[in-house]
């Protein structure tokens, strides 16, 4: 990945969750409003639709720590899809309505009701097309599902049989045997999953929207990747780990923050020549148009904190694989320079540097970063790189509205102010008001390749519709659009920013 760069044209996106979608299930799902948010997308002149990881995920409902590399979740799939199959009945489908609100997803609700109608679809089921659809982890998947399932969705560390916490196969086997039923609900659920993603990139690709992913650099220790694969994240039979993930202090958390995945097994990796990773890129690249790679820095050198460790004051920098996982994937899967991007925020080193200039991957910039003082000046608009993602802010920060009034002194806020060239009522809300504009067109002006805006700063939301707060372990990945929201938006405006900011190209 050290030949020339290939440099993308101008292009841009909208950052939004799909679970963030508005609708009459608690919580997005691959249906209707899916559809209609596409056709918004392109008809403001948007390219790329970015979103978090939607696999599975374990504690806290974060996407950031998945049960499974590869699986999609169920509470995405559409249950309106369900009638149209004639699996449900209008009834059924109405009860699996009741009992939310537009303003946040109550994930033990949706949850249940999500699994009672998936399982009502299930006992009706005439066919058996479901099996073939045979992707090479579901069969693991759907036995640690069942496993899960059984043992009340504690984590496998936590079974009481250590025979099934240790894979002994004629433990698995007897299990196997007595829930067929449920390991078989779980491939079906996944084939639907397949089914509904299918149709909604398609529609995207018809519309000239790329979907963004997002790739977690770390597993879950409670995922089913760990229990069956316990040596490459240096896990014992019980699950216990020598060291675990995380960062030091930074801009989000005076203590850092302790994620507590495991830290791969990086010498055994490269002696396998990088196939499990090789595998899982593979897999994120035909789920995804361009995949962004989460906490880059953890490729150079990783913050390493030993195993039971509360806080991440106690670890310490420990190098990455760097170019030698960079080059098995390119030999492997090609040139992809255009595919991924960086996420490279956060302390950096001469090592993520060179590591980022020789993969040839586009970094990041984070607009709210370059007004906060303290040496962040490479965020700044006109600082920005050509061959970068830019952001008003991501799913991890305030609302730039709300930064405004929380984060930046009165200094600063004039000194912002005055830079993006705003007089007037800046705290005014709403999707149309004056400080919203001036924002978007300084995100759009700058030199950046892609420039992302979340959708809580289009509608000019406050910190109500903050997504996530690092470092906090409940309240988070909640925020939806209520229902019509977007009808609000200016989509001439939006238009006529691609048309002055050259930014009419097609995302790559």
């Known amino acids: 990945m050290n030949n020339e760069i290939k440099m993308p044209p101008r292009s841009s996106g909208v950052l939004l969750p799909m679970a963030s979608l508005s609708g009459p299930y608690g919580v997005g799902v691959l249906g209707e409003e899916a559809f209609e948010f596409i056709d918004f997308l392109h008809e403001c002149g948007f390219h790329a639709w970015q979103i978090l990881p939607v696999e599975p995920p374990g504690y806290g409902d974060s996407p950031y720590r998945c049960l499974s590399s590869f699986a999609g979740e169920p509470l995405l799939i559409d249950p309106g899809m369900l009638l149209v199959m004639g699996l449900v009945t209008n009834e059924e ?11 946040f997803i109550d994930y033990d609700t949706v949850r249940k009701k999500q699994r009672d109608i998936l399982k009502i679809a299930f006992s009706r089921l005439k066919t058996k097309t479901y099996k073939d659809f045979t992707p090479f982890w579901l069969d693991d998947y759907a ?6 399932h059984h043992y009340d969705n504690y984590p496998w560390q936590f079974w009481s049989d250590k025979s099934h916490r240790t894979r002994d196969p004629d433990a698995l086997l007897k299990f196997m045997e007595k829930n067929q039923s449920e390991i078989e609900f779980h491939k079906f659920v996944q084939w639907l999953f397949d089914l509904q993603w299918r149709k909604v990139h398609d529609y995207a690709k018809k519309r000239n929207i790329s979907i963004i992913g997002d790739l977690p650099i770390y597993v879950s220790e409670d995922s089913v990747e760990v ?11 019980d699950g216990n780990f020598l060291y675990i993930g ?5 801009y989000f958390t005076t203590d850092g923050q302790c994620w507590g995945n495991p830290i791969y097994n990086w010498e055994l990796m490269k002696r396998e020549n990088y196939s499990w990773w090789i595998t899982r890129l593979k897999e994120s690249l035909n789920r995804y148009d361009v995949v962004r790679l989460d906490h880059f820095r953890g490729f150079a050198d990783y913050w390493r904190i030993p195993g039971g460790s509360d806080t991440a004051r106690a670890g310490k920098w420990v190098k990455g694989p760097g170019m030698s996982l ?23 080193s001469v090592r993520v540097e060179k590591l980022l200039k020789d993969s040839g991957m586009r970094c990041m910039r984070v607009l709210q970063f370059g007004f906060l003082g303290g040496g962040e000046i490479s965020h700044l608009p006109h600082n920005v790189p050509y061959h970068s993602t830019v952001y008003t802010g991501t799913h991890d920060n305030t609302p730039t509205l709300a930064w405004m009034e929380d984060e930046l002194t009165g200094e600063k806020r004039d000194h912002t102010l005055s830079y993006i060239g705003f007089e007037g009522d800046w705290r005014q809300r709403g999707a149309n008001t004056p400080i919203v504009k001036t924002w978007l067109r300084t995100l759009f002006m700058t030199p950046s390749s892609l ?4 959708l809580h700063d289009m509608l000019g939301y406050g910190a109500e519709a903050r997504i996530n707060t690092p470092g906090t372990a409940s309240g988070n990945w909640r925020f939806r659009i209520p229902n019509g929201a977007l009808d609000d938006i200016d989509i001439d405006f939006y238009k006529e920013l691609h048309k002055t900011y050259l930014r009419e190209d097609p995302v790559k």
């Open 93 to 103: 489908l109405t009860e699996r309505k009741t009992g939310f609100n537009d303003e």
């Open 143 to 148: 036995l640690y599902m069942a496993l899960m």
């Open 227 to 237: 229990w069956t694969g316990r040596d490459l994240f240096n896990a014992d039979e």
């Open 246 to 250: 995380g960062v030091p202090p930074d």
């Open 326 to 348: 960079f080059n098995a994937l390119k030999k492997a899967l090609g040139d992809l320079s255009l595919s991924l991007f960086a996420e490279d925020l956060g302390v950096t």
């Open 451 to 454: 420039a992302i805006v979340p």
